[in-house]
């Protein structure tokens, strides 16, 4: 009888051990293709850990990073995981292809625009073949020339600028239509984006902004008329304007398109906002590979008609 009751408290004993290292293992395994257990988490940690699964950095603002998340999620599933979690916490979101931002949902911002020479279904099927077009946060047209876009900023932002990019006279015949090229970029993101975290969170300047501010300092007469517009969905910049525009821009970007000038972009801040590639251990942006000829062709003739708007 005394040996039935010690073999019964040492098997006892086995599974409890067992059962507490098996818990013990669970909660190690790591986020990436494993079903993941979130315990009282705040948001912050939860998008920090889900950014590796989704293959890009997440930026959530500070209003949103402070709910707290419990639950059990298959970080394998990245995607779903992001639109359950942010209906679930009212949150909404847009990612450029680089970055994806992620705001409360009473952070949308909204704005409405009146276009002088460009209509907004024009408006509409530029941004379609430029990627830009969201089915969550539609244009709200309002008349021929007038709008409303609400979301979230970020991509209210991109929306805008396209906007005050593409609203221009269309040129005199007697002047000739703007030629359009198409450059990659290989080492530098054509976009801005965010680097760092906590206090030494900054905006790195993309290619596009490089070279607005490139083509300022060499005065009026080099990038009038001119448009760049980033494509990070192939890293890639949309280049409209004369011959000669052309012809300096993609000199420029052959000068600015070096790999240490992830660094270097943000010589002009502060020593201590330097959280940038290569620094307090955030990545590089990853090296692009050239286009192919159909992608080449395809980023083209998306953006060709613009010139003849």
């Not at 931002?101 to 909204?110: G, M, P, Q, V, W």
């Not at 005050?164 to 040129?171: A, E, F, N």
């Amino acid at each position: 009888m005394l040996l039935d009751r010690l073999t019964a408290a040492t098997c006892r004993a086995f599974l409890q051990r067992g059962l507490l290292g098996g818990l013990l293992i669970f909660n190690a395994l790591p986020a990436v293709g494993e079903t993941s257990l979130v315990w009282d988490e705040s948001l912050q940690g939860f998008f920090s850990r889900l950014a590796l699964p989704l293959g890009q950095p997440i930026v959530v603002s500070r209003q949103a990073a402070g709910k707290r998340i419990t639950g059990q999620f298959d970080f394998a599933n990245a995607q779903a995981v992001l639109e359950a979690v942010a209906l679930q916490h009212e949150l909404i979101w847009y990612s450029d292809g680089q970055v994806l931002h992620l705001y409360d949902a009473s952070e949308a911002k909204s704005s409405g625009v009146i276009l002088r020479h460009l209509t907004v279904d024009r408006l509409r099927q530029v941004m379609a073949r430029s990627g830009l077009d969201e089915t969550r946060y539609p244009l709200r047209k309002a008349g021929p020339r007038l709008f409303y876009v609400s979301g979230p900023a970020n991509y209210v932002d991109h929306v805008l600028r396209l906007a005050q990019l593409m609203d221009r006279p269309r040129p005199a015949r007697h002047q000739g239509l703007p030629r359009v090229g198409v450059v990659q970029v290989f080492n530098v993101d054509v976009a801005d984006h965010q680097s760092g975290t906590g206090a030494q969170h900054v905006t790195v300047p993309g290619m596009a902004t490089l070279l607005e501010r490139r083509l300022a300092d060499l005065g009026l007469k080099a990038g009038l008329g001119a448009t760049i517009i980033a494509y990070p969905q192939t890293n890639s910049l949309l280049i409209k304007g004369s011959e000669q525009q052309l012809w300096l821009i993609k000199k420029l970007v052959a000068e600015l398109d070096i790999p240490t000038l992830a660094v270097e972009v943000a010589s002009d801040g502060p020593a201590s906002q330097k959280t940038l590639a290569g620094v307090n251990g955030v990545s590089a942006p990853p090296v692009s590979t050239p286009l192919s000829v159909d992608q080449y062709e395809r980023v083209r003739r998306a953006f060709a008609r613009i010139a003849e708007q």
